[in-house]
């Protein structure tokens, strides 16, 4: 059951080939099975699964379910879950049993899927291989001794792994789709204010956006769909119509534009990865499609600006977390300033640690200017690079990341190495843009990730030529050893 | 030595809105702790903030009444501080660009002179919670009920000379926001809140002393205290050759004395940046054409048709129009009853002032409502009372036994018109007092009212004051 | 810029975190380095580029002024580390 898409799992519900309860166990079983060494799963919730589960049956029988009526999914535990704890990879949120549910985990009950759990990830979403999670870091599937990538790691491997059809992810500079690209899985992070933000526990308001995890194109798009649209309560979420993204799937790629950023494929690019980038887009370019080199001018500014930004806004959105109406509070603290500094300094790990510090260096008094705003200018100029490719192309393409899966704990001592695993998936993020990354072969059996990147609010048609691609291609097929 | 003080106010009005500046939970006061304190106000994880359409209109009739530019283009930004009563470690206001900006109030001086306050600029933001101290052993409870509830800050230019000048300037706002019905005014329960900025130069001096700040100051009257002990504390401070501290100090009004907060804590960074949540608020010109057209009459305006309609003096059409309420009241009197806009003025500035006052109550709740006022005024002006019985009935409405017609009534104090039995009272007190008549007949014009008092007195008030002067001297001079 | 190590105590003091006097060494180091990484931007030459904080040019959304929420203290509550009588408890605020 596990080897089959979203799509023949939502068929063979309907049709009655299995129920959703024979499909959730079949997953907790896995979960059981293999997840002890992975480490994808914070909180697995067997018996709210089991129970949705029966109620999807029931709707399922009716006869009026939707297209992802029974079907179970993981979900990063940093969305809020009505009465499951929800974590966000922190010691700090350990004890936190949300008392809502964010506006994306209410849009999945609405359709019927079914939770499996709430996956490991990066403390907060701070970092790009899942080490700084107080859970302990999780495992690649495709190597149990390299990282699966971050922040959403853990949904990345246990979607990689099989031990869940798909999974839902946060990307505030790669967090979707960097680990996609570590895992060999599908991952879409939509235009900024696509998909709502509300309850998803916030790391940089001005970047984060949650999206889709999964085996390919056409399921990320069902995912998608049930994800994204408008919120009123998300000031940042904008109203406007969403497309039916799995209706042009098979578009014709023909005439289409795709841009290859000369910056994406220079220095600090492992050759293996470049080898493989540059053999998918041979096959779009057998399917249609025609390269055109372009020039993103200020993409070397993307990594230090997103290294102000981000850490400017998590440096206040992480204020809250004070040990005074939720989360982890220090052992008899003195007075007030004792119960603040040691709940903060106890309940947060390093990573988080350093970047609310930078970000409230950056935006102390006598640094705003110099740090603060003038990231802000940078940001400008990213976004106009990315402004101006969009009248030449379609759709750009080039690397997920710089290199295939690292070794656990090669790059944990040293920030800056480890920032510069985002280097192509940040300036999306600043830009706001929809970016996406596909399986693209492998180097040493480790996957390598093809990202594209579309233009605002262009998401079916990344969709469209991730599924072209992937009709003529089986990268997105293949499981890692040991989990078939 | 000739200092002058310097003095710039702040000013946080709630704004009278059903639901709070970003929530939809409820901004009622007194209600039981944190029960009406939402995900939102809570800032648990995850959760965002939607701005209050109202709040936007609010700002807007202020910028409108005070003459501000109201901003095209404005935004909210973090205040980033711990407190416990801050629930998200930062406060959600405007810094660079608020909502109102650049306007003006025109206060009254006592000599009547008129002067011009600047406004800087009127901001949004979020109130906080507040901190309980007692019946905790030790700590400290934290209600957030109120965090939320959506404050207009309405900073002046240090254009105000004295704490009177403070305390006008304080009063008109004060009215304005009520007469906007942006505000409820009641400073009791602290939607309307003043920090003042005070420092002192020498006189003829351009530049600006060091100022204090005091925080919180929560009625007229403290604001005049708090200011005046503030500006003999910096003239000593620098008559004895010390200098002035930037600080922000405390009124404590069972001392009478401002004091310095204890502040241990570093010179404050508010690492003030734009909020990510929010986007920035565009209001247009239809918006504001909207609003504009929805303005009530403002103070300066009712003021001045007061004294060309009425025929009432500045100073009585100032205080009238002081608040709407009492202004409408006011119309409301003269319109029932017909009577000179002055004799409706005299009675409502007068008795009924002074009734309310003493009974500390609202011209809202007055228990002679404005129908019931004009009532009594037409018994005067037709002569069925005079104006000193009057007051006698007037207490009697006060006491709720009945309207002016059933006490007069009851009481029998229509007055006597009947010339007839004014003549004969007045007969008698001329037989009564020979030697009174004999001095006043031989010149001692005074005496005229010592006779006019023993009619009245005889009549117990009843007979009719202009047929007692009348025949009065009709008959002395026989 | 290099940070020294009272001034991770300074910025550390301003966040409310608590660093163990035996990391702010190495906080000093690694925060330095990103430091230097981002100061990169300083050879940007962003003349008069409007600063951007959104990514997409939106505004402000308005929300009718109705009350949609009740009360739902006590499931609030829940999850807090100190309640009595319904407040929060913190230790004493001296003002």
Known sequence: MHT??????????????????????????????????????????????????????IQ?????????????????????????????????????????????????????????????????????????????????????????????????????ARLAPAATGTDTGGSIRQPAALCGITGLKPTYGRVSRYGMIAFASSLDQAGPMAASAEDAALLLQAMAGFDPRDSTCVDRPVDDYSAGLNNELKGLRIGLPKEYFGAGLDAGTAKAVEAAIEELKKLGAEPVEISLPNAGLAVPTYYVVAPAECSSNLSRFDGVRFGYRCENPRDLEDL??????????????????????????????????????????????????????????????????????????DP???????VFTIAVNLAGLPGMSIPAGFVEELPVGLQLIGNYFDEARLLNVAHRYQQVTDWHTRIPKGFE | MQWEAVIGLEIHAQLATKSKIFSGASTAYGAAPNTQACAVDLGLPGVLPVLNEEVVRMAARFGLATHSTVAPRSVFARKNYFYPDLPKGYQISQYELPIVHTGYLDIELD???????????????????????????????????RAGTPLLEIVSEPDLRSAKEAVAYMKKLHSLVRYLEICDGNMQEGSFRCDANVSIRRKGEHRFGTRAEIKNINSFRFVERAINFEIERQI???????????????????KDETRSMRTKEEANDYRYFPDPDLLPVEIDEAFIEAVRSSLPELPDAKKARFMQQYGLSAYDAGVLTASREMADYYEAVVEASKVDGKLAANWVMGELSAALNKDGIEVEASPIDAAALAGLLVRINDNTISGKIAKT?????????????????????????????IEQMIREVIEANPEQVEQYRSGKDKLFGFFVGQVMKASKG???????????KQLLDE | MALKPAEVEKIAHLARLAIDPADVEGYARNLSDILAFVEQLEAVDAGDVTPMAHPLEATQRLRPDAVTETDQRTHFQACAPAVEAGLYLVPRVIE
């Not at chain 2, 000593?236 to 069972?254: I, P």
């Not at chain 2, 309207?403 to 007839?420: H, M, S």
Request: hydrophobic share 35%; glycine share 10%.
């Open chain 1, 340 to 413: 603040y500094k040691r709940s903060r300094g106890e309940g947060f790990g390093p990573e988080v640690k350093r970047r609310i510090m930078i970000g409230t260096y950056a935006l102390s008094a006598g640094y705003y200017d110099a740090y603060y705003l003038k990231a802000q200018q940078a940001r400008h100029l990213i976004a106009d690079d990315f402004k101006a490719a969009f009248e030449k192309v379609d759709v750009i393409a080039g690397p997920t990341a710089p290199n295939v899966a690292f070794r656990l704990g090669e790059k944990v001592d």
């Open chain 1, 416 to 422: 800056v190495t480890m920032y510069l695993s985002d």
């Open chain 1, 60 to 160: 399922l029988s009716s006869g009026r379910p939707g297209p992802l009526t029974g079907i179970p999914f993981a979900h990063k535990d940093i969305f809020c879950t009505d009465g499951v704890r929800t974590s966000c990879g922190s010691r700090m949120l350990d004890n936190f049993i949300a008392p809502y549910d964010a506006t994306v985990t209410a849009r999945f009950k609405q359709a019927g899927a079914v939770m499996l759990g709430k996956t490991n990830m990066d403390e907060f979403a701070m970092g790009s291989s899942n080490e700084t999670s107080w859970y302990g870091p999780v495992r690649n599937p495709w190597d149990r001794d390299t990282v699966p990538g971050g922040s959403s790691g853990g949904s990345a491997a246990v979607v990689a």
């Open chain 2, 236 to 254: 000593e401070v620098l008559e004895s050759g010390g200098a002035v501290v930037q600080e922000t100090r405390l009124y404590d009004a069972n």
């Open chain 2, 111 to 145: 000599d009547g002179e008129t002067k011009r306050i600047g406004i800087t600029r009127a901001h949004l933001e979020e109130d906080a919670g507040k901190s309980l101290h007692e019946g905790f052993h030790g700590v400290t409870g934290i209600d957030l009920n």
């Open chain 2, 462 to 472: 009843k007979a009719n004051p202009g047929e007692v002067n009348k025949l009065l």
């Open chain 2, 393 to 421: 009935v007037f207490e009697a409405m006060w006491a709720g036994e009945g309207d002016a017609d059933a006490v007069i009534e009851a009481k029998g104090l229509k007055q006597i018109t009947d010339t007839g039995a």
């Open chain 1, 4 to 57: 089959k898409t979203l799509a023949e799992l939502a068929r063979g519900l309907r049709d009655r080939s299995f129920s959703s309860e024979e499909l959730t166990r079949h997953y907790l079983e896995r979960i059981k099975r293999f997840d002890g060494e992975l480490n994808g799963f914070i909180t697995l919730c067997e018996d709210t699964a089991l129970a949705q589960a029966r109620e999807a049956d």
